[in-house]
T-cell receptor, first 113, second 113 residues
């Protein structure tokens, strides 16, 4: 699993509340990613990071922010959760500087009611 | 704009048969094409990957065929087994992949005993 831990694994939250998901890795990987998975859409990139305090937006970044203050932690925040953000969220790392060979965490199932 | 189109959405194959999943891409800058396997409740796992300088790559029962001129690639699973039943995603990346993967929408494969 490339030392990736996502927390929480499941969460139910109310519309309008802030939510932070955590991705923790133990192997000092430089590149980290957040994807969301929805039926009929596959996985879509939300944000990614190529080092501490270096982040960039992906395909579906609206409504999400990220922070990476330490190499091992990549946080995804929904500032004000909406029902459209109900999804399964996956964190990933890549083993090589070229960004290939991505390994995924176990996912966080988020339900916004 | 969907940059990687995957077909079929679902596939049923008899045990021992050949499973074939196809993907087509639009972005000619893509230079890395992996396939991921996902079981329910788990994160996607890298299965096999190819670069456009080769037309075929084989690992055990899994083979990627790549057609650069047609901008298509496919996954063949030989001697399909019930344990191969899963969702399969093709993906593509460019620029070394540091800016993440673009995924197809997935194929739900069922191998009937």
């Amino acid at each position: 699993d490339a030392g990736i831990t996502q927390s929480p694994r499941h969460k139910v939250t109310e519309t309008g509340t802030p939510v932070t998901l955590r991705c923790h890795q133990t192997e000092n990987h430089r590149y980290m990613y957040w994807y969301r998975q929805d039926p009929g859409h596959g996985l879509r990139l939300i944000h990614y990071s190529y080092g501490v305090k270096d982040t960039d937006k992906g395909e579906v970044s609206d409504g999400y922010s990220v922070s990476r203050s330490k190499t091992e932690d990549f946080l995804l925040t929904l500032e004000s959760a909406t029902s459209s953000q109900t999804s399964v969220y996956f964190c990933a790392i890549t083993l090589t500087p070229a960004g290939t060979e991505a390994f995924f965490g176990q996912g966080t199932r988020l339900t916004v009611v | 704009q969907q940059q990687v189109k995957q077909s079929p959405q679902s596939l049923i194959v008899q045990k021992g048969g050949i499973s074939i999943i196809n993907c087509a891409y639009e972005n000619t800058a893509f230079d890395y094409f992996p396939w991921y396997q996902q079981f329910p409740g788990k994160g996607p796992a890298l299965l096999i990957a190819i670069r456009p300088d080769v037309s075929e790559k084989k690992e055990g029962r899994f083979t990627i065929s790549f057609n650069k001129s047609a901008k298509q690639f496919s996954l063949h699973i030989m001697d399909s087994q019930p344990g191969d039943s899963a969702t399969y995603f093709c993906a593509a990346s460019s620029g070394g992949g540091a800016d993440g993967l673009t995924f197809g929408k997935g194929t739900h494969l069922i191998i009937q005993p």
